[in-house]
Nanobody
């Protein structure tokens, strides 16, 4: 059974930074494309960032490009999301997800078979 556990969320002032972690167990981490999504209150879940299983391809939402960085450590079975220059509009529950498919479709949430429980990120103005 594949499990994803996020950590690193919290309360931060605008302009600050946070690093989210997502530890994957019960599967072969190196076979998964990994993504981060977020959901703000009253809004639909949206794509944030993703990295292919090879680590070669990376994709970001326009709203976070230049501020967020996704990385993965296959030795630790962990994917990270470094978030800098945070804005109040980044406030949301952040979810990591794993896609076992061969093709890398970073923005399609339906391609991701496994999801974490989410971690809250709150950015105060």
């Amino acid at each position: 059974q594949v499990q994803l556990v996020e950590s690193g969320g919290g309360l931060v002032q605008a302009g600050g930074s946070l690093r989210l972690s997502c530890a994957v167990s019960g599967g072969t981490f190196s076979r998964y494309h990994m993504g981060w999504f977020r959901q703000a209150p009253g809004k639909e879940r949206e794509f944030v960032a993703a990295k292919s299983r090879s680590g070669i391809s990376t994709n970001y939402a326009e709203s976070v490009k230049g501020r967020f960085t996704i990385s993965r450590d296959n030795a630790r079975n962990t994917v990270y999301l470094q978030m800098n220059s945070l804005k109040p509009e980044d406030t949301a529950v952040y979810y990591c997800a794993a896609d076992p498919d061969r093709d890398f479709s970073p923005r399609d949430a339906t391609d991701y078979d496994y999801w974490g429980q989410g971690t809250q990120v709150t950015v105060s103005s």
